[in-house]
């Protein structure tokens, strides 16, 4: 049976090796779930699996991935759905036809996460209007509520930095920032460094969707943020599109799979490389988290 592993640059024909990233620094076991193990001796790995199509693959078992460190093999403990806090940014200061399509596609995207802990922030001004803590039907209540900001400048950064602050606090391994942009972004370069800087250090991935026919000619900030944090910046130009965009995000984060391992105690995460044993897959790493 051929092993399928990825790089995060290229895919080699016959067998396709793929280093994957680590994350580095302290997590604690918030929002972990069975992610939760002896300490020093798990490591937690993200990544997506597809078949030849392109099709999302979770029916994977501990016996189909193959885990290497430093050229040595590592024993699978388990493999599941990740199910990582998610904050989502809401601007809230367009005009009512694109916040009400906005809070619509955002409403349809918190259908599809499933069960798993969700952050709502407000743009305008930024403020949390649904922690990690509250049920998911309070989560609703609070974005149908969400009123458009007259007057009030929309800060989607400074959303997302806020966002950013409560993951940390979580000390959760993995997480996403999801932002739906409609409003032009900060940028002023010294407040942009000061309101990223969280959101690298909380190693979030940060996905932008934003009206590229507002927002374009501010959106710089947001899209080397994206590429940095290994998120996607996601242009559209018409407000029925938030739903599309938000709809194939829905796929991809519902599809991840969480695998952990068994690791030397003390051991390092150096030059981890995760594959598969299913014919023709495509494996892509999204980060290791060393204990």
Same mark, same amino acid.
């Given at each position: 049976?051929?092993?399928?592993?990825?790089?995060?640059?290229?895919?080699?024909?016959?067998?396709?090796?793929?280093?994957?990233?680590?994350?580095?620094?302290?997590? !604690?076991?918030?929002?972990?779930?069975?992610?939760?193990?002896?300490?020093?001796?798990?490591?937690?790995?993200?990544?997506?699996?597809?078949?030849?199509?392109?099709?999302?693959?979770?029916?994977?078992?501990?016996?189909?991935?193959?885990?290497?460190?430093?050229?040595?093999?590592?024993?699978?403990?388990?493999?599941?759905?990740?199910?990582?806090?998610?904050?989502?940014?809401?601007?809230?200061?367009?005009?009512?036809?694109?916040?009400?399509?906005?809070?619509?596609?955002?409403?349809?995207?918190?259908?599809?996460?499933?069960?798993?802990?969700?952050?709502?922030?407000?743009?305008?001004?930024?403020?949390?209007?649904?922690?990690?803590?509250?049920?998911?039907?309070?989560?609703?209540?609070?974005?149908?509520?969400?009123?458009?900001?007259?007057?009030?400048?929309?800060?989607?950064?400074?959303?997302?930095?806020?966002?950013?602050?409560?993951?940390?606090?979580?000390?959760?391994?993995?997480?996403?920032?999801?932002?739906?942009?409609?409003?032009?972004?900060?940028?002023?370069?010294?407040?942009?460094?000061?309101?990223?800087?969280?959101?690298?250090?909380?190693?979030?991935?940060?996905?932008?969707?934003?009206?590229?026919?507002?927002?374009?000619?501010?959106?710089?900030?947001?899209?080397?943020?994206?590429?940095?944090?290994?998120?996607?910046?996601?242009?559209?130009?018409?407000?029925?599109?938030?739903?599309?965009?938000?709809?194939?995000?829905?796929?991809?984060?519902?599809?991840?799979?969480?695998?952990?391992?068994?690791?030397?105690?003390? !051991?390092?995460?150096?030059?981890?490389?995760?594959?598969?044993?299913?014919?023709?897959?495509?494996?892509?790493?999204?980060?290791?988290?060393?204990?």
């Amino acid at each position: 049976m051929r092993v399928s592993m990825l790089h995060p640059a290229r895919v080699f024909a016959s067998i396709a090796l793929v280093a994957v990233f680590a994350h580095h620094g302290h997590a !604690s076991a918030a929002f972990q779930g069975n992610q939760t193990a002896v300490p020093g001796a798990s490591r937690f790995a993200l990544l997506l699996v597809n078949d030849a199509r392109g099709k999302a693959i979770v029916d994977v078992g501990i016996d189909d991935v193959v885990v290497q460190e430093d050229g040595a093999n590592r024993d699978v403990l388990d493999v599941r759905v990740a199910d990582y806090p998610i904050v989502i940014v809401v601007d809230n200061a367009a005009s009512a036809e694109v916040l009400d399509a906005v809070k619509t596609a955002i409403g349809r995207f918190l259908e599809r996460l499933g069960p798993r802990p969700v952050a709502l922030i407000a743009s305008a001004p930024p403020r949390i209007i649904s922690t990690f803590e509250d049920e998911r039907e309070n989560a609703v209540e609070q974005l149908g509520q969400l009123e458009r900001a007259d007057e009030v400048k929309s800060e989607p950064l400074r959303a997302a930095s806020l966002g950013a602050q409560a993951i940390h606090q979580t000390g959760a391994l993995f997480s996403t920032i999801v932002m739906a942009v409609a409003s032009p972004v900060e940028a002023q370069a010294d407040a942009t460094a000061e309101l990223s800087a969280p959101i690298i250090d909380s190693r979030a991935a940060l996905h932008v969707i934003a009206d590229d026919t507002i927002a374009a000619a501010t959106a710089g900030p947001l899209r080397r943020l994206a590429q940095q944090t290994r998120g996607a910046y996601t242009p559209i130009f018409a407000a029925a599109s938030y739903l599309p965009a938000l709809e194939r995000l829905a796929v991809r984060l519902t599809t991840e799979l969480l695998v952990e391992y068994i690791v030397p105690t003390g !051991s390092r995460a150096i030059d981890p490389k995760i594959g598969v044993r299913i014919p023709g897959a495509r494996v892509q790493g999204l980060g290791v988290a060393p204990r």
